[in-house]
């Protein structure tokens, strides 16, 4: 949703962050009617405002916008728009802004480590199912994961076709990226409450993820005044995307009732700090960074002598707890977060498939 266009310039929205797009009509060359969108370059009013000023003039000047810069009026050549150009430009501009800052820093690493030395000379009219087989063959051999590189190339691909330089998505044969549904294996209870037993912030982020079931960027966002003592609830509002304040993933907030040890812990860690201050900080009094919660988690864990786990694992562990316990997909799916109760049902195969387990080694 926006709001009232000025000068060629309104505010969007998107995923909860504002934008500032530039948005103008002019006539063609041909005296055509037509409608100039797309993101401001510098997102600040007075930038995108100069900007949308410069476009407009010259659109009524020569009636046609720069090439670099549209699409609208003229189709670059297929054959002269390669990987490596759509990336730099329409890519970056567009598109990349509607990403999450970690999933965007992730696309950028990938482009600079194995993509863009494959595909960024290709013209994006010539790839096709023959390149994502030779990539993957690539990748095999360098005994790297295919789904990350190949899946971020489709999506450039589809973002190709949507700004008009391609008139269909290439192909990608099935078979080269996994769509297995196996859920990663959550830690034993017994490995939990030794987790749990992890001093100071640490001992705090791990129950929240465990026993509340938060990602690691809720857990790191998390202020006082989110915690609902008289409720015995947490609301999770927002989370960390490379230390920047977003929506939940899922894109809506969420209740969590909460479980006795670990309201009891948090009672403890809030104590005499304001509405607004962070839950979880580190011992000089600031938000650890993604990168130190993980260091500190591996650490705890080879001295406490558990198996190495991820962070994300304690909230595979509080899911999967709750599927045990016979809470229904749709009420788990809500508690985590989930925006599609396929993801949730995911958990459910898993705990049926263990419950088959435990009755086959009984028969034995």
């Known amino acids: 949703m926006g709001i009232r266009n000025v000068g060629g310039v309104r505010k969007v929205v998107r995923g909860g962050k504002p934008h500032w797009f530039i948005d103008f009509r002019f006539t063609d060359k041909d005296g055509v009617r037509r409608r100039f969108r797309r993101d401001a370059s510098v997102q600040n009013y007075s930038a995108a405002l100069s900007e949308a000023a410069r476009l407009m003039k010259r659109a009524a000047e020569t009636g046609t916008v720069e090439e670099a810069e549209t699409t609208v009026t003229a189709k670059a050549e297929p054959a002269a728009m390669t990987y490596a150009k759509f990336v730099a430009g329409p890519f970056e501009s567009l598109f990349m802004p509607r990403f999450r800052p970690a999933t965007a820093r992730r696309y950028r690493e990938l482009h600079h480590q194995r993509v863009m030395a494959f595909f960024g000379k290709r013209p994006l009219a010539e790839i096709g199912a023959k390149d994502f087989r030779a990539f993957a063959a690539r990748l095999h051999e360098d005994r790297v994961q295919t789904k990350g590189p190949i899946t971020l190339v489709r999506s450039v691909l589809r973002a190709a076709h949507e700004s008009g330089y391609l008139d269909e998505v290439p192909v990608c044969p099935s078979g080269l990226v996994s769509t297995s549904c196996k859920v990663p294996s959550a830690p034993s209870a017994e490995d939990v409450d030794v987790m749990l037993r992890a001093p100071g912030w640490l001992g705090v982020a791990i129950a929240l993820g465990a026993l509340a079931g938060m990602r690691m960027g809720e857990v790191r966002a998390l202020e006082v005044r989110d915690i609902e003592f008289d409720q015995h609830c947490i609301v999770v509002r927002r989370a960390l995307s490379e230390d920047e304040s977003l929506t939940p993933k899922s894109g809506a ?27 979880v900080l580190d011992d000089v009094g600031k938000t650890p960074r993604r990168q130190t919660v993980l260091h500190q988690f591996k650490r705890y864990l080879h001295r406490a002598g558990v198996k190495e786990r991820s962070f994300h694992s304690l909230r595979h562990y509080f899911i999967s707890e709750l599927m045990r316990g016979g809470a229904s997909a749709e009420a788990v799916r809500v508690l985590a977060g989930h925006s599609k109760l396929e993801m949730t049902q995911r958990y459910a195969h898993a705990v049926t498939a263990d419950l088959r387990a435990a009755i086959d080694r009984l028969a034995k």
Request: no cysteine; net charge positive; hydrophobic share 40%.
């Open 253 to 279: 907030e969420r209740g969590v009732p909460l479980a006795m040890s670990l309201e009891q812990r948090l009672r403890e860690a809030v104590r005499d700090k304001l509405p607004r201050a962070r839950v």
